[in-house]
């Protein structure tokens, strides 16, 4: 039972992290609100991308234009 609760802990804190990140809070306050030193261990861990191909290609364009 533990081990399922803490792996559902983890899921839910993963999920967080990952929304803070895709909502563009900047990346020191979701690195202090995770407890982590560095940065590059709160994107190493929770920085994915969830978009689909074509919302990513829609994003590039957007940003060169």
Known sequence: MKKIFGGII???RKTYISALIDSG???NEIRRLAGHEDERTTYKNYCFNRM???ETENLLE???N
Request: aromatic share 8%; net charge positive.
């Open 25 to 27: 809070l900047n990346i």
């Open 10 to 12: 983890f899921k839910v």
């Open 52 to 54: 689909t191909n074509k």
């Open 62 to 64: 957007k940003a060169l």
